[in-house]
């Protein structure tokens, strides 16, 4: 009879963390969606884009499988006119027209290019040189500040990217409600003084600060304190995602993370 060897935990949650790696490199397939969407984003826009850059997990180094492939934000110049409800509208359409299934989101068009998911997010430059833009938020009517920039410098330089990434395996694994940035922004509270590299206490650190904590721990966009992340989830999505802490504290890593 084989016998079957147990992992030590951290060396099976680094197993983990490479089985759903992605390749976010120059030459990935990821990239290619990018070029695909291009001329559609470029019809679209016409003489206002300023840029189209990766942003969201894929350009902060937290992407994993089973997530959004890649988000792409299409920044426009502060001298466009339109209102950015209307901007955000124009956008919706152009992709259907452009022959996808446009899904509306809060402040992005969803479609799924290929085997890719991916977010188009518009957003209007609140000045001619800055990163500061202005979007438009499907969920409350009105607008909303936002620095893409500012996202990426606090998540990337967190020195937290491997808890990170496994907590959002856990939360795809249990199809748990836990938006992507208000995650990021409470691994990077949760384990605050905590030793980097330690994974696997880690990890616990995290998954008690969801049992205890995600109730009553308040998060504001650094970009933009008006803007409360942790307010994405309702009362009853962060019980939730606390029982299902507590019920992974509880269960043997193997089953948890695979």
């Not at 799924?112 to 000045?127: A, E, F, I, N, S």
């Not at 907590?167 to 795809?172: L, S, V």
């Not at 995650?183 to 905590?194: C, N, P, Q, S, T």
């Amino acid at each position: 009879m084989k016998r079957i060897l147990k992992l030590p935990p951290d060396q099976h949650l680094r197993t983990v963390l490479a089985r759903h790696s992605i390749d976010t490199g120059p030459n990935s397939a990821v990239r290619g969606v990018q070029a695909t969407l291009l001329p559609l984003i470029v019809r679209w826009s016409g003489a206002s884009l300023v840029d189209v850059k990766t942003s969201g997990s894929f350009a902060k180094g937290t992407a994993v499988r089973g997530g959004t492939d890649v988000d792409l934000f299409i920044s426009l110049s502060s001298s466009l006119q339109t209102p950015l409800k209307e901007i955000y509208e124009t956008l919706n359409a152009a992709v259907t027209v452009g022959g996808y299934v446009a899904r509306r989101q809060n402040v992005s068009v969803g479609l799924t290019v290929g085997h890719w998911k991916v977010d188009l997010t518009p957003g209007r430059r609140q000045d001619q040189f800055g990163n500061y833009h202005s979007l438009w938020s499907t969920k409350t009517g009105s607008w909303l500040q936002t620095n893409i920039a500012e996202h990426c410098r606090v998540v990337s330089g967190s020195g937290r990217l491997d808890e990170i990434r496994l907590i959002k395996i856990w939360r795809n694994r249990y199809g748990l409600d836990f938006p992507s940035f208000y995650l990021e922004l409470f691994v990077i509270e949760a384990l605050k003084g905590a030793r980097i590299g330690n994974l696997q206490q880690n990890i616990v650190t995290i998954l008690e600060a969801i049992r205890d904590k995600i109730a009553v721990w308040r998060f504001a966009d650094p970009a933009n304190t008006n803007n409360i992340v942790s307010d994405t989830v309702t009362a009853g999505g962060k019980s939730n995602l606390s029982a299902a802490a507590r019920n992974a504290l509880a269960s043997q890593w193997t089953t948890v993370f695979q």
